[in-house]
């Protein structure tokens, strides 16, 4: 059984940093991408980042370039989310998800096959 489970999440303040990690099981993590979404209370999911099977390969979005990074430990089988200077508009839900590749359409990360719970994220000023 495919499982992927996300910790980390909690409250922090406006400037202040978090580290999420995902830790997956039930798959070949070291052929996987694995991704990170985010969802806000009556907004659309939203593609944050992804880390392509070989780990050099990332992709982020524009709201999270130059403050977020992505990072895996295949010994760990731990996919790992820094993010820093962290916004009000960054409080979500928080989602790990896996599949072959990152697939980036029109500058947006595609859905993935399989998920995590969800870890929140409360940015608070």
């Known amino acids: 059984e495919v499982q992927l489970v996300e910790s980390g999440g909690g409250l922090v303040r406006a400037g202040g940093s978090l580290r999420l990690s995902c830790a997956g099981s039930g798959f070949t993590f070291d052929d996987s991408a694995i991704g990170w979404f985010r969802q806000a209370p009556g907004k659309e999911r939203e593609g944050v980042s992804c880390?392509?099977?070989?780990?050099?390969?990332?992709y982020y979005a524009d709201s999270v370039k130059g403050r977020f990074t992505i990072s895996r430990d295949n010994t760990k089988n731990t996919v790992y989310l820094q993010m820093n200077s962290l916004k009000l508009e960054d409080t979500a839900v928080y989602y790990c998800a896996a599949a072959l590749s990152c697939v980036v359409v029109h500058g947006n990360l595609w859905d993935m096959d399989y998920w995590g719970k969800g870890t929140l994220v409360n940015v608070s000023s």
């Open positions: 880390i392509r099977s070989g780990g050099v390969s990332t």
